[in-house]
Nanobody
Framework: QLPLVESGGGLVQPGGSLRLSCTASGLNLDYYAIGWFRQAPGKEREGVSCISASGGSTNYVDAVKGRFTISRDNAKKTAFLQMNSLKPEDTAVYYC???????????????WGKGTLVTVSS
């Protein structure tokens, strides 16, 4: 029933990779930018990455640049976050969110998923 559902989280060793998916139901992704956020234990939620509605523009927080890649496939109603070279400090609950295209990646999310837990530990 949720407009957005994340999947792909789990336990991975440092240096490993995970691919998170965010699938929309009852939501036309053509009109929304998609952002990925995370909240680590004891910390505030932070933005990780965002992709524009068209997929033509992306951004990343400095901590993940060069390691994470955001992408989307509107036909499949899905957005992705490929996470490589994972570090223990990447451990967090990861959330996807949809933002109306008029605001793009600068706007506040209109819809949130419930989150998927990523644990990076040896």
């Amino acid at each position: 029933q949720l407009p957005l559902v994340e999947s792909g989280g789990g336990l991975v060793q440092p240096g490993g990779s995970l691919r998170l998916s965010c699938t929309a139901s009852g939501l036309n992704l053509d009109y929304y930018a998609i952002g990925w956020f995370r909240q680590a234990p004891g910390k505030e939620r932070e933005g990780v990455s965002c992709i524009s509605a068209s997929g033509g523009s992306t951004n990343y927080v400095d901590a993940v640049k060069g390691r994470f890649t955001i992408s989307r496939d509107n036909a499949k109603k899905t957005a992705f976050l490929q996470m490589n070279s994972l570090k223990p400090e990447d451990t967090a609950v990861y959330y996807c969110a949809a933002i109306l295209q008029d605001y793009g990646c600068k706007g506040l999310p209109d819809y949130w998923g419930k989150g998927t837990l990523v644990t990076v530990s040896s």
